[in-house]
């Protein structure tokens, strides 16, 4: 069935049939129609293929284009029910918050500035910087493994830092309590 007078001849006998079996998964006749319309694009331009059961050729192209759009239907559903993470708002600070990570941004700032130039270095591009570490190896002209060690070393001074202030801090904090 090569011929496309014979495919349009079969797919007119066929079409209030092709509606009403995509309807019943689509739910609506007008997206139900747009479904056979789509079929009978993809039928006609597969001229070049025999096809021996062009009535259940015609009914499985149907059939995958109204599965691709349930699917697609339920994908457009759940965006909107539910916006991504990164678009949800996110919490308010308190003020007592803010003061804590606004010190703990000092902290990490001053701790980062004392460090020795390599280890700065090193952790500045591999982990604010995005670099590999092959790469900051590359950069310092030492060896990967040392790279390693100076950014392990470094984000261990920088955790230390603000640790040993919060450890610190709750010490303080429970000596005066503010009620």
């Not at 029910?81 to 902290?107: I, K, N, T």
């Not at 310092?140 to 202030?165: E, F």
Request: glycine share 2%; aromatic share 6%.
């Amino acid at each position: 069935m090569n011929d496309s007078n014979t495919r349009l001849q079969l797919y007119l006998e066929h079409r209030i049939a092709l509606i009403n079996y995509a309807k019943v998964v689509v739910g609506d006749h007008a997206r139900a129609e747009d479904v056979v319309q789509d079929a009978f694009l993809r039928f006609c331009a597969s001229t070049e293929e025999v096809v021996e059961q062009p009535v259940a050729y015609l009914y499985r192209i149907v059939r995958n284009l109204v599965l691709d759009a349930v699917r697609r239907q339920a994908a457009e559903k759940r965006q909107q029910q539910s916006p991504p993470q990164w678009m949800r708002p996110g919490h308010e600070l308190s003020p007592e918050q803010r003061v804590v990570h606004s010190d703990d941004a000092s902290r990490i700032a001053a701790t980062l500035a004392s460090l020795p130039e390599q280890m700065r270095i090193a952790v500045e591009m591999h982990r604010l910087g995005g670099f590999t570490l092959q790469q900051t190896a590359d950069h310092l002209k030492i060896s990967l493994s040392s790279a390693h060690r100076l950014v392990k070393d470094a984000i261990v001074h920088l955790a230390s830092s603000v640790a040993t202030h919060d450890s610190g801090h709750s010490a303080h904090s429970k000596e005066r309590p503010y009620a």
